[in-house]
Protein backbone atom coordinates (compact mmCIF):
# COMPACT_ATOMS: atom_id res chain seq x y z
CA UNK A 1 0.00 0.00 0.00
CA UNK A 2 1.14 3.45 -0.75
CA UNK A 3 1.48 5.92 2.09
CA UNK A 4 0.18 9.52 2.24
CA UNK A 5 0.06 11.85 5.09
CA UNK A 6 -3.37 11.37 5.93
CA UNK A 7 -6.35 9.39 4.82
CA UNK A 8 -7.55 9.33 1.50
CA UNK A 9 -11.02 10.09 1.23
CA UNK A 10 -14.14 10.07 -1.21
CA UNK A 11 -14.29 13.47 -0.97
CA UNK A 12 -10.59 14.13 -1.66
CA UNK A 13 -10.37 11.14 -4.46
CA UNK A 14 -13.46 13.33 -5.95
CA UNK A 15 -11.81 16.39 -6.05
CA UNK A 16 -8.27 14.67 -7.22
CA UNK A 17 -10.04 13.44 -10.29
CA UNK A 18 -11.92 16.65 -11.41
CA UNK A 19 -8.18 17.93 -11.20
CA UNK A 20 -7.09 14.96 -13.47
CA UNK A 21 -9.93 15.99 -16.16
CA UNK A 22 -12.82 13.52 -15.03
CA UNK A 23 -15.86 15.52 -16.05
CA UNK A 24 -19.99 15.57 -15.31
CA UNK A 25 -21.29 13.21 -18.17
CA UNK A 26 -18.18 11.30 -19.08
CA UNK A 27 -18.36 7.89 -20.25
CA UNK A 28 -15.43 6.37 -18.39
CA UNK A 29 -13.88 2.82 -18.08
CA UNK A 30 -11.77 2.49 -15.22
CA UNK A 31 -9.13 -0.32 -14.62
CA UNK A 32 -7.59 0.11 -10.58
CA UNK A 33 -5.45 -0.71 -7.97
CA UNK A 34 -6.85 -0.19 -4.47
CA UNK A 35 -3.63 -0.75 -3.27
CA UNK A 36 -1.87 1.92 -4.90
CA UNK A 37 -4.38 4.82 -4.00
CA UNK A 38 -2.80 4.82 -0.11
CA UNK A 39 -4.90 4.27 3.13
CA UNK A 40 -8.12 5.34 1.48
CA UNK A 41 -11.13 5.47 4.80
CA UNK A 42 -13.85 3.35 3.62
CA UNK A 43 -11.94 1.09 1.05
CA UNK A 44 -13.01 -0.06 -2.12
CA UNK A 45 -16.92 1.68 -1.77
CA UNK A 46 -15.21 5.02 -0.76
CA UNK A 47 -13.52 4.93 -4.49
CA UNK A 48 -16.35 3.50 -6.10
CA UNK A 49 -18.53 6.88 -4.64
CA UNK A 50 -15.45 9.00 -5.74
CA UNK A 51 -15.82 7.56 -9.28
CA UNK A 52 -19.57 8.34 -9.52
CA UNK A 53 -19.68 11.50 -7.99
CA UNK A 54 -16.84 12.53 -10.73
CA UNK A 55 -19.04 11.29 -13.60
CA UNK A 56 -22.48 12.94 -11.86
CA UNK A 57 -25.79 11.69 -13.01
CA UNK A 58 -25.26 12.31 -16.42
CA UNK A 59 -22.18 9.89 -16.83
CA UNK A 60 -21.87 6.48 -17.06
CA UNK A 61 -18.90 4.43 -15.32
CA UNK A 62 -18.04 1.44 -16.55
CA UNK A 63 -15.18 -1.73 -15.44
CA UNK A 64 -14.10 -5.05 -16.48
CA UNK A 65 -15.60 -7.59 -14.60
CA UNK A 66 -13.91 -10.76 -16.16
CA UNK A 67 -14.24 -13.65 -14.29
CA UNK A 68 -11.74 -16.14 -16.76
CA UNK A 69 -12.11 -19.14 -13.89
CA UNK A 70 -14.80 -19.24 -16.03
CA UNK A 71 -13.56 -20.67 -18.96
CA UNK A 72 -11.96 -23.91 -20.33
CA UNK A 73 -10.10 -25.70 -17.81
CA UNK A 74 -7.45 -27.64 -20.41
CA UNK A 75 -6.40 -24.20 -21.32
CA UNK A 76 -5.61 -23.12 -17.54
CA UNK A 77 -1.93 -22.14 -17.20
CA UNK A 78 -1.51 -20.01 -14.15
CA UNK A 79 -1.54 -22.90 -12.41
CA UNK A 80 -2.97 -25.87 -14.66
CA UNK A 81 -4.92 -28.41 -13.36
CA UNK A 82 -3.48 -31.52 -11.76
CA UNK A 83 -2.79 -35.05 -14.48
CA UNK A 84 -6.50 -36.58 -13.86
CA UNK A 85 -8.70 -33.86 -12.83
CA UNK A 86 -10.14 -31.85 -16.38
CA UNK A 87 -13.23 -33.89 -16.63
CA UNK A 88 -14.39 -33.73 -13.67
CA UNK A 89 -13.69 -30.22 -13.15
CA UNK A 90 -15.30 -29.21 -16.71
CA UNK A 91 -18.51 -31.53 -15.21
CA UNK A 92 -18.49 -29.22 -12.25
CA UNK A 93 -17.87 -25.48 -12.74
CA UNK A 94 -20.63 -23.13 -11.25
CA UNK A 95 -22.06 -22.00 -14.42
CA UNK A 96 -21.65 -18.05 -14.96
CA UNK A 97 -24.23 -16.21 -13.09
CA UNK A 98 -23.91 -11.89 -13.74
CA UNK A 99 -25.60 -11.67 -10.34
CA UNK A 100 -23.30 -13.23 -8.34
CA UNK A 101 -20.23 -14.99 -10.28
CA UNK A 102 -16.99 -12.97 -9.08
CA UNK A 103 -14.56 -11.26 -10.68
CA UNK A 104 -11.38 -12.76 -10.87
CA UNK A 105 -7.96 -10.95 -11.23
CA UNK A 106 -9.51 -7.79 -11.10
CA UNK A 107 -9.15 -6.12 -7.70
CA UNK A 108 -11.45 -4.87 -5.23
CA UNK A 109 -12.84 -2.08 -7.01
CA UNK A 110 -14.60 -3.69 -9.84
CA UNK A 111 -15.93 -6.57 -7.62
CA UNK A 112 -17.31 -3.83 -5.11
CA UNK A 113 -18.55 -1.74 -7.87
CA UNK A 114 -20.33 -5.03 -9.47
CA UNK A 115 -22.73 -5.40 -6.26
CA UNK A 116 -23.95 -1.33 -6.79
CA UNK A 117 -27.18 -0.60 -6.77
CA UNK A 118 -28.86 0.09 -10.35
CA UNK A 119 -24.97 -1.93 -11.73
CA UNK A 120 -25.35 -3.57 -15.25
CA UNK A 121 -23.67 -6.53 -15.89
CA UNK A 122 -22.74 -8.03 -19.13
CA UNK A 123 -23.73 -12.00 -20.04
CA UNK A 124 -20.50 -12.93 -21.39
CA UNK A 125 -19.00 -15.34 -18.63
CA UNK A 126 -15.16 -14.60 -19.44
CA UNK A 127 -14.99 -10.91 -20.62
CA UNK A 128 -18.20 -8.94 -18.64
CA UNK A 129 -18.33 -5.56 -17.83
CA UNK A 130 -20.39 -3.91 -15.70
CA UNK A 131 -21.95 -0.09 -15.99
CA UNK A 132 -23.55 2.25 -14.18
CA UNK A 133 -25.10 5.33 -15.27
CA UNK A 134 -27.36 6.50 -18.48
CA UNK A 135 -25.39 4.28 -20.81
CA UNK A 136 -24.75 1.21 -18.90
CA UNK A 137 -27.87 -0.71 -20.96
CA UNK A 138 -26.70 -0.19 -24.19
CA UNK A 139 -23.13 -0.24 -23.11
CA UNK A 140 -23.76 -3.52 -21.71
CA UNK A 141 -26.76 -5.81 -23.06
CA UNK A 142 -26.24 -8.25 -25.62
CA UNK A 143 -22.41 -9.09 -25.12
CA UNK A 144 -21.75 -11.45 -27.91
CA UNK A 145 -19.57 -14.74 -27.16
CA UNK A 146 -18.19 -14.53 -30.11
CA UNK A 147 -15.71 -11.08 -30.38
CA UNK A 148 -15.49 -10.71 -26.82
CA UNK A 149 -13.82 -7.78 -27.16
CA UNK A 150 -14.41 -6.97 -30.22
CA UNK A 151 -16.42 -4.57 -32.27
CA UNK A 152 -20.14 -5.23 -30.40
CA UNK A 153 -18.06 -5.88 -27.34
CA UNK A 154 -18.44 -3.42 -24.41
CA UNK A 155 -15.28 -1.85 -25.77
CA UNK A 156 -16.60 -1.23 -29.54
CA UNK A 157 -19.88 0.76 -27.68
CA UNK A 158 -17.95 2.64 -25.22
CA UNK A 159 -15.61 3.70 -28.72
CA UNK A 160 -19.05 4.45 -30.42
CA UNK A 161 -19.73 7.08 -27.85
CA UNK A 162 -16.24 8.31 -26.96
CA UNK A 163 -15.20 7.28 -23.77
CA UNK A 164 -12.41 8.33 -21.73
CA UNK A 165 -10.47 5.60 -20.35
CA UNK A 166 -9.15 6.21 -16.50
CA UNK A 167 -6.06 4.07 -15.20
CA UNK A 168 -6.01 4.14 -11.68
CA UNK A 169 -2.84 3.34 -10.39
CA UNK A 170 -2.90 0.64 -12.93
CA UNK A 171 -0.71 0.96 -16.60
CA UNK A 172 -0.83 -0.18 -20.07
CA UNK A 173 -0.36 -3.78 -19.59
CA UNK A 174 -4.36 -4.18 -18.23
CA UNK A 175 -5.57 -1.83 -20.86
CA UNK A 176 -8.86 -3.94 -22.09
CA UNK A 177 -9.38 -1.56 -25.01
CA UNK A 178 -6.02 -2.05 -26.49
CA UNK A 179 -7.69 -6.10 -27.41
CA UNK A 180 -10.33 -4.14 -28.97
CA UNK A 181 -7.58 -2.65 -31.64
CA UNK A 182 -6.20 -6.27 -31.73
CA UNK A 183 -9.65 -7.50 -33.18
CA UNK A 184 -9.17 -4.64 -36.25
CA UNK A 185 -5.45 -4.93 -36.66
CA UNK A 186 -4.09 -6.53 -39.85
CA UNK A 187 -1.80 -9.12 -38.65
CA UNK A 188 -2.06 -12.94 -38.88
CA UNK A 189 -4.60 -13.78 -36.32
CA UNK A 190 -4.71 -17.39 -34.66
CA UNK A 191 -8.54 -18.45 -33.55
CA UNK A 192 -9.70 -21.51 -31.24
CA UNK A 193 -12.18 -23.22 -29.78
CA UNK A 194 -13.54 -21.55 -26.10
CA UNK A 195 -16.47 -22.80 -23.88
CA UNK A 196 -17.31 -22.00 -20.41
CA UNK A 197 -20.54 -23.13 -18.70
CA UNK A 198 -23.81 -21.12 -19.19
CA UNK A 199 -27.03 -20.98 -17.79
CA UNK A 200 -29.40 -21.74 -20.74
CA UNK A 201 -33.29 -21.46 -20.20
CA UNK A 202 -32.17 -22.41 -16.43
CA UNK A 203 -30.19 -25.49 -17.12
CA UNK A 204 -26.88 -25.13 -16.82
CA UNK A 205 -24.72 -25.94 -19.66
CA UNK A 206 -21.25 -26.42 -21.45
CA UNK A 207 -21.10 -23.55 -24.31
CA UNK A 208 -18.76 -23.36 -27.21
CA UNK A 209 -18.18 -20.85 -29.46
CA UNK A 210 -15.20 -19.71 -31.40
CA UNK A 211 -12.95 -16.53 -30.97
CA UNK A 212 -9.79 -14.45 -31.31
CA UNK A 213 -6.77 -15.61 -29.53
CA UNK A 214 -5.88 -12.50 -27.67
CA UNK A 215 -2.24 -11.46 -26.51
CA UNK A 216 -1.27 -8.49 -24.28
CA UNK A 217 2.27 -9.44 -24.18
CA UNK A 218 2.77 -6.10 -26.35
CA UNK A 219 0.38 -4.08 -24.60
CA UNK A 220 3.15 -2.10 -22.76
CA UNK A 221 5.18 -1.44 -25.44
CA UNK A 222 2.20 0.26 -27.06
CA UNK A 223 1.36 1.72 -24.43
CA UNK A 224 4.92 3.36 -23.84
CA UNK A 225 5.00 4.51 -27.63
CA UNK A 226 1.25 6.34 -27.44
CA UNK A 227 2.41 8.12 -24.62
CA UNK A 228 5.49 9.17 -26.02
CA UNK A 229 3.49 10.39 -29.69
CA UNK A 230 0.37 11.14 -28.64
CA UNK A 231 -0.07 11.78 -24.94
CA UNK A 232 -2.24 11.63 -22.18
CA UNK A 233 -3.28 13.47 -18.88
CA UNK A 234 -0.99 12.09 -15.65
CA UNK A 235 -1.64 13.25 -12.30
CA UNK A 236 -2.42 11.97 -8.73
CA UNK A 237 -5.27 10.32 -7.43
CA UNK A 238 -4.83 9.63 -3.86
CA UNK A 239 -1.00 8.52 -3.53
CA UNK A 240 -1.94 6.77 -7.27
CA UNK A 241 -0.62 7.56 -10.42
CA UNK A 242 -3.73 8.37 -12.59
CA UNK A 243 -3.58 8.22 -16.36
CA UNK A 244 -6.66 9.59 -18.32
CA UNK A 245 -6.49 8.90 -22.18
CA UNK A 246 -8.96 9.02 -24.60
CA UNK A 247 -9.89 5.69 -25.21
CA UNK A 248 -10.38 6.20 -29.39
CA UNK A 249 -7.17 7.79 -30.02
CA UNK A 250 -5.55 4.43 -27.81
CA UNK A 251 -7.61 2.09 -30.63
CA UNK A 252 -6.48 4.09 -33.87
CA UNK A 253 -2.91 4.13 -32.46
CA UNK A 254 -2.85 0.38 -31.66
CA UNK A 255 -4.49 -0.45 -34.94
CA UNK A 256 -2.15 1.27 -36.65
CA UNK A 257 0.93 -0.35 -34.14
CA UNK A 258 -0.01 -3.73 -34.15
CA UNK A 259 -0.74 -4.09 -37.90
CA UNK A 260 2.94 -2.70 -37.94
CA UNK A 261 4.68 -4.74 -35.72
CA UNK A 262 2.74 -7.91 -34.99
CA UNK A 263 4.19 -10.79 -37.18
Not at 13 to 38: F, I, K, P, Y
Not at 122 to 140: K, Q
Not at 186 to 194: G, I, L, P, S, V
Not at 240 to 261: I, P, Y
Request: charged share 25%.
Amino acid sequence: MEMVDEPVTTESMTADLRDLGVERGDRLLVHSSLSSLGWVSGGAPAVVDALLAAVGDAGTLVTPTHSTQCSDPSVWENPPLPDGWLDTVTETMSPYRPEITPTYGMGAIPECFRDYPETMRSRHPAFSFAARGPDASAVVEDHPLEGGLAEDSPLGRLYDREATVLMLGTDHATNTSLHLAEYRAAFEKEFRTKGAPMLVDGERQWVEWEDLRIDSDDFPDIGEAFEAEVGLVEGAVGAATAKLVDQRALVDFGVEWMSENRE
